[in-house]
């Protein structure tokens, strides 16, 4: 059976701009602004890993979620990269790695990986090229590297892992 997108994420040039925007066309509703912050990254601009600290903010309706990310650094989430759609994302992917490397047997590229501690998966992107100008993003099903956007700790879900969302907003 074949995956179902989670979220849709775009790039933009000003986070808070691009929410009131989204929200005001869209009617939906925006998560706080949060940071997707690891050490562990690596992506074209720097093949080692290295700081990544991106700012986003999730829409509460969907599936599929809209994800703004706001442009960050030299590399994939860069303003080099422009507006627009950056990736199209599958959550708590049962074995990240082993995707990747069925995608690449097949020809696709990463480009974009963040690690944990230990050097597992946390997430990876495919090379943009691959498909026509957008990545898919797999997200492993462990908890990710989220804090709020002034470097303080996520709320969490029900599974205890990091959310923009308070537990007790409505759904």
Avoid at 19 to 30: C, D, K, P, S, V
Avoid at 113 to 126: E, H, N, R, S, V
Wanted: charged letters at 25%; proline letters at 8%.
């Amino acid at each position: 059976m074949p995956e179902l997108i989670h979220h849709i994420g775009f790039l933009v040039a000003d986070l808070e701009a691009a929410i009131a925007r989204w929200e005001r066309a869209t009617g939906y509703r925006f998560s706080e602004i949060g940071r997707y912050r690891t050490d562990t990254y690596a992506d074209d601009s720097a093949p080692h890993p290295h700081p990544h600290d991106a700012r986003i903010s999730f829409s509460k309706e969907g599936p599929p979620y809209i994800e703004l990310m706001e442009f960050h650094g030299e590399g994939t989430h860069s303003a080099a990269q422009g507006e627009g759609i950056h990736h199209l994302g599958f959550m708590d992917h049962p074995d990240v790695e082993g995707r990747r490397q069925d995608l690449a047997a097949s020809g696709m590229r990463c480009n974009g990986i963040a690690l944990d501690g230990d050097g597992g998966t946390l997430l990876w992107f495919t090379d943009k090229d691959d498909l026509h100008g957008v990545r898919l993003e797999f997200v492993s099903p462990v908890p990710q590297p989220i804090v709020l956007d002034d470097g303080g700790a996520a709320h969490r879900d029900s599974r205890g892992f990091p959310s923009l969302w308070p537990a007790e907003a409505p759904v």
